[in-house]
């Protein structure tokens, strides 16, 4: 046998050996996919989308503020000095040089000779020297433990440096504390609607559509009642019914239970007719003929078939309430002082005034865009990974 003839011999069995390698591979990723549940490879489409992974990842950041805010809070938010108004925002440093060494610039207070006022400006010659896990003022973590630890502040807590990274209001409160608060507000709030509203339209929608008769007929004539009246004076109408001597929790709560009582009625319209068409499949009379239950079919057997969509629909609902809650606030028709939320602190920007000494009062909005922008392209991706048709 010649060298050429045992040089190909060798290049066939190297291919014949890559094949077999592919092919084993191929196959052990068939069997993988085979085997794993609904969810896991929901989460295996849903990781390809980058951008969508990218908003979860923002979203978590969100709720973890949501969980700790006093932790990521620099003062305590309720804290007032009106000498100390309009302070504008520090911009973070977190090098000095080519060392790591975080600092923000200084704020320096002049009077204004005419009209009395405290005018601050920031000296970026001077640098306040920052650190993180730093004392200051006490909290309990989760209603638990008390601790003073917060994730950033001055170098040296007893020291008379500042340190506003937002600036502050007309009251001289701490816009960046203010809006970590906010958060746990305007965040908790639309997660509380949306899964009540989910509740409510999974449920009254399922009734009307797998039951029919005089129940389809009554709980869609209630939905063409909520969905023919205008939106603002139904919230201006039931706001104004709250009691105004109730707490900021219990005008929460009543906020949120309103946003749900008026957002179920697309979703219990859309269940409704998934039901009316899925009732007549084939698994759902083997299901019946099998002697399940209504209440085992619905759940088990018609809600999962179209669970993409009730997922894309939650997901993009957030967002709607999020930003409804934010203009009740801001109207003054939602959650109100003191209590903190995105709404109430964009209400300090209502004033032409105000917002042409202190454009960084608007940094609540900028948080609503994000928060938003994020839920929907969470949303998208979810049903996109979700849909088995999609791939």
């Not at 997660?191 to 797998?210: A, D, E, N």
């Amino acid at each position: 046998m010649t060298n050429e003839q045992m040089t190909n011999g060798k290049m066939e069995n190297d291919a014949v050996e890559e094949v077999t390698l592919g092919a084993v591979f191929a196959s052990k990723a068939e069997e993988r996919v085979s085997v794993a549940s609904n969810w896991k490879l929901v989460w295996w489409r849903f990781r390809k989308n980058k951008l969508a992974l990218l908003s979860a990842l923002v979203l978590i950041a969100f709720y973890v503020v949501v969980l700790v805010p006093d932790f990521f809070a620099t003062q305590d938010p309720e804290a007032t000095d009106a000498k100390l108004a309009f302070i504008p925002t520090q911009g973070l440093n977190l090098f000095d040089g080519t060392n790591f060494s975080p600092w923000v610039p200084a704020v320096v207070g002049k009077r204004n000779p005419v009209t009395l006022r405290m005018e601050f400006k920031i000296d970026e010659t001077k640098k306040v020297p920052i650190r993180f896990f730093t004392e200051g003022f006490k909290y309990k973590v989760l209603g638990l433990f008390e601790t003073n630890i917060h994730l950033i502040g001055p170098q040296d807590p007893q020291s008379a440096d500042w340190l506003y990274l937002f600036g502050t209001d007309r009251l001289g409160r701490d816009q960046w504390s203010r809006m970590m608060y906010g958060t746990r507000t305007s965040m908790t709030v639309g997660l509380f609607s949306v899964i009540l509203s989910v509740i409510l339209g999974v449920l009254l929608g399922g009734i009307s559509g797998y039951f029919g008769g005089w129940p389809d007929l009554i709980i869609q004539r209630l939905i063409e009642l909520l969905q023919s009246l205008p939106t603002i004076p139904i919230w201006l109408a039931m706001t104004a019914a709250l009691p105004q001597d109730w707490r900021p929790e219990q005008v929460f709560f009543a906020i949120t239970i309103i946003l749900a009582f008026i957002g179920w009625t697309t979703l219990g319209r859309e269940v409704r007719g998934r039901f009316l068409s899925l009732r007549e499949e084939d698994f759902v009379l083997a299901a019946d003929l099998a002697g399940a239950s209504r209440l085992r079919i619905i759940t088990r057997h018609m809600v999962p078939a179209f669970m993409s969509h009730i997922i894309a629909t939650s997901t993009l609902a957030i967002p709607v309430m999020i930003v409804s809650e934010t203009s009740l606030s801001f109207l003054g028709l939602g959650i109100r002082p003191p209590a903190i939320s995105w709404g109430v602190l964009l209400q300090e920007a209502q004033n032409i005034q105000t917002l042409a000494l202190a454009p960084w009062l608007l940094a609540p909005g900028i948080a609503v865009i994000i928060a938003v922008l994020a839920f929907n392209l969470v949303g998208d991706g979810l049903r996109d990974a979700a849909d088995p048709y999609g791939h």
